[in-house]
């Protein structure tokens, strides 16, 4: 088939992923960018959203737009469920209606967390203990109102844009002579490059022959696995700061909301329906280091 032009929404585009999707958008030639975020255009509001929708006959929308504060959410639920559950029902109501698909990002903290030591599937059940994961998950729920929808699950997420736990072990292993991380948090990071590339590649096959969409729940992450102490280590590592990380149990640091104390995931699903090679978790923390001495 005959490769068209696709015109694509993207929401939430100043946020980690929506950042890298931008910064390689430039390399898919058939696919035309609409980005998007709370400035320019609220997911929670449906004449809004309608209205942009039509206006520019987007034909794929991708949303990356998300209320992320975790422990902010125990307190701001309002928020948190508006934005994460009542805009992915907009989105997927009018997207619905029009037969536009949809690629909706969530989060591995909607799974049954703690209960087990084997990587989850997509088809385990889930569990959420935290008003974001609640949230995340009712916004899966209501973006499967779409029955051309993808939902990607991915964890531990981070870029050379926005706030992360990378940039923040940066930056206080530079201001501190030690630290103190959690080691009985197991789960594998995420680099939002790697979930940027695999995102546009689904969107560029289905524009190839849209019987290549595949709807469905799918689990994202870099390959292997770690404890956020082995990740901070390897951060310091890298940047060879002087700083001297410590690993501390999760009882010695509190906080509002609960953390899965193992969240890996099983990507069979994702790498053999969309034929894709996942980056080792070592590997891409390497190459976000290189693009961010390149800013």
């Known amino acids: 088939m005959s490769e068209l032009i696709i015109k694509i929404l993207i929401t939430g585009s100043q946020g980690q992923l929506g950042n890298e999707i931008k910064d390689i958008s430039s390399e898919f030639n058939s696919l035309n960018f609409f980005f998007t975020d709370i400035d320019t255009l609220d997911i929670c509001n449906k004449n809004a959203v309608s209205d942009f929708i039509s206006i520019n006959k987007i034909n794929f929308i991708v949303n990356c737009a998300a209320y992320t504060n975790v422990d902010a959410a125990e307190t701001d639920i309002e928020t948190a469920n508006k934005i994460n559950a009542e805009g992915p029902k907009i989105l997927a109501e009018i997207s619905s209606n029009l037969k536009i698909p949809i690629i909706h990002i969530s989060t591995d903290y909607v799974y049954d967390n703690g209960t087990q030591n084997i990587p989850f599937k997509e088809t385990d059940k889930t569990n959420p203990v935290s008003i974001y994961a609640k949230s995340k998950l009712d916004g899966e729920k209501n973006i499967a109102l779409n029955p051309n ?147």
Not at 244 to 256: G, L
Request: hydrophobic share 35%.
């Open 149 to 295: 929808h993808i939902i990607i699950r991915t964890s531990w997420l981070y870029s050379v844009y926005g706030k992360n736990f990378v940039k923040s072990i940066l930056n206080l292993s530079k201001e501190k002579e030690t630290l103190n991380i959690v080691f009985d948090q197991t789960g594998t990071p995420t680099y939002a490059k790697d979930l940027a590339e695999v995102i546009l590649k689904i969107i560029r096959n289905y524009n190839l022959n849209p019987q290549n969409l595949f709807p469905g729940i799918y689990n994202y992450s870099n390959e292997g696995v770690c404890s956020w102490y082995d990740f901070a280590h390897e951060i310091n590592e890298i940047s060879k700061n002087n700083c001297k990380i410590f690993p501390i149990e999760t009882s010695q640091y509190p906080t509002p909301a609960c953390r899965p104390s193992f969240s890996v995931m099983n990507k069979s699903k994702i790498k053999n329906i969309f034929n894709i090679e996942i980056p080792h978790w070592k590997e891409s923390l390497k190459n976000f280091f290189f693009n961010l001495s390149n800013q």
